[in-house]
C-alpha cells in the first residue's frame, strides 16, 4: 500500500511568513496529489490537485510542487485566515484497492 | 452547487452495525468521472479512506476495513450509503460523505461530517 508522510507535524509561524510544507510518497504517485485545509469542527477544503493546480476560488498565495514522490506546499505570504491543519492526499487509479491515502497533516499555528 | 448531507444515528453499540446516508444535491449522481465515498477521522486523528461508490455500482474498500464495509447507492433518491459491521469504540470518529474526482483524483465537495459514537 501507499503511505503518505508530512514535515512538519507542526509549524509556528507569523503573519506574512512563507511557508513550506512537505508530504512524501512511499513510492511513485507521478502528480495524483491533492492538498486540503481544515479548521476545527470543519469538513476539509480542497486547494490543490494533481499537485500543482490551484482550485477555483483559492488564494494565488498557494502555490504546489513536486511528483513522483515529494510534494510541497507553499504559501507565499501567510495571512491570519490560513492558520489551519493542511494535508495532503494521494490518488491512485491503478492500484484501487488503495484508492485514497491520506498525509497524517500539519498544524500551521501563530507563532 | 453541489451538496451532500450525512444522516444517521449518532450512537452505536459495540458490536451493532454503523449505518450512514448521504444525500447529494444540485447535482446527478449518474455523472460518470466521479465516485462517491466515505472518509472518516478519528477524534485528534488523521483522516482514513473507508470507500468509493461509482454510479454504475462499482466499489472500493480500503482493504483494512473491506471485510466489515459495504457501500451502496440509490441513484433514484441520489443518495449512496455506509455499513460497517461488527464496531468497536475504534470506529468512533466523524464520518464524511464526499464526491471524489476520477479524472484529478480530488475530493471535493465534502459534506459537514457527522461525529459517530461507538458505546454501550
Known amino acids: 500500500d501507499i503511505q503518505m508522510t508530512q514535515s512538519p507535524s507542526t509549524l509556528s509561524a507569523s503573519v506574512g511568513d512563507r511557508v513550506t510544507i512537505t508530504c512524501r510518497a512511499s513510492q511513485s504517485i507521478s502528480s495524483w496529489l491533492a492538498w486540503y485545509q481544515q479548521k476545527p469542527g470543519k469538513a476539509p477544503k480542497l486547494l490543490m490537485y494533481?499537485?500543482?493546480t490551484l482550485e477555483s476560488g483559492v488564494p494565488s498565495r498557494f502555490s504546489g510542487s513536486g511528483s513522483g514522490t515529494e510534494f510541497t506546499l507553499t504559501i507565499s505570504s501567510l495571512q491570519p485566515d490560513d492558520f489551519a491543519i493542511y494535508f495532503c492526499?494521494?490518488?491512485?487509479?491503478?492500484?484501487?484497492?488503495?484508492?485514497?491515502?491520506f498525509g497524517p497533516g500539519t498544524k500551521v499555528e501563530i507563532k | 452547487q453541489l451538496h451532500l448531507h450525512e444522516s444517521g444515528p449518532g450512537l452505536v453499540r459495540p458490536s451493532e452495525i454503523l449505518s450512514l446516508t448521504c444525500t447529494v444535491s444540485?447535482?446527478?449522481?449518474?455523472?460518470?468521472?466521479?465516485?462517491w465515498g466515505w472518509i472518516r477521522q478519528p477524534p485528534g486523528k488523521g483522516q482514513e479512506w473507508i470507500g468509493s461508490?461509482?454510479?454504475?455500482?462499482?466499489?472500493y474498500y480500503n482493504p483494512s476495513l473491506k471485510s466489515r464495509v459495504t457501500i451502496s447507492v440509490d441513484t433514484s433518491k441520489k443518495q449512496f450509503s455506509l455499513k460497517l459491521s461488527s464496531v468497536t469504540a475504534a470506529d468512533t470518529a466523524v464520518y464524511y460523505c464526499a464526491r471524489q474526482s476520477i479524472d484529478v483524483g480530488a475530493i471535493n465537495p465534502w459534506g459537514q461530517g457527522t461525529l459517530v459514537t461507538v458505546s454501550s
Open positions: 492526499q494521494q490518488y491512485s487509479s491503478y492500484s484501487p484497492e488503495y484508492l485514497f491515502t
Open positions: 444540485g447535482d446527478s449522481i449518474r455523472s460518470n468521472g466521479y465516485y
Open positions: 494533481k499537485a500543482s
Open positions: 461508490i461509482h454510479s454504475t455500482g462499482s466499489t
